[in-house]
Nanobody, 126 residues
C-alpha cells in the first residue's frame, strides 16, 4: 500500500509560479514511478507529468512542456511539480499518483496508476 498527500496549491496571478509537493508513505518510493494529473471543472482528469523510479526518465504533456518540471527526492519520499508561467487554463485540482512496483516505463494514463492522493487546488487568475 502507498499513501500520498499533496500540498502547495493556492491562487496566483497568471504568469506566476507554484511548487506542488507530494509526500509518500508505505512502500519504499524508489520502487515505483509517480505522476501528476489534473482535473478542471467539467473536464476529464488528464496526465500532466510522470517520472520513473530513479528520476532518469521523464514524461510531460505537451501543454506543460517548458513551463512545468517534475522531480523527486527518494531520500525524502517526496514528489514535486514546479509550475512556472501559469495560465488561467492551468486552473484545476492537481493529483499525485503512484504506479505499481517495478514498472520500467513511465505511465501516462490514469488507469495505469494504482494509488492517488486527495488533490490540491491550483488557481491561476487573469
Amino acid at each position: 500500500q502507498v499513501q500520498l498527500a499533496e500540498s502547495g496549491g493556492g491562487t496566483v496571478l497568471a504568469g506566476g509560479s507554484l511548487r506542488l509537493s507530494c509526500a509518500a508513505s508505505g512502500r519504499p518510493v524508489n520502487t515505483y514511478s509517480m505522476g501528476w494529473f489534473r482535473q478542471a471543472p467539467g473536464k476529464v482528469r488528464e496526465f500532466v507529468a510522470g517520472i520513473s523510479r530513479t528520476g532518469s526518465n521523464l514524461n510531460y504533456a505537451d501543454f506543460v512542456k517548458g513551463r512545468f518540471t517534475i522531480s523527486r527526492d527518494n531520500a525524502k519520499n517526496t514528489l514535486y511539480l514546479q509550475m512556472n508561467s501559469l495560465k488561467p487554463e492551468d486552473t484545476a485540482v492537481y493529483y499525485c499518483a503512484a504506479d505499481r512496483p517495478w514498472r520500467s516505463t513511465v505511465p501516462v494514463t490514469q488507469d495505469e496508476y494504482s494509488y492517488w492522493g486527495q488533490g490540491t487546488q491550483v488557481t491561476a487568475s487573469s
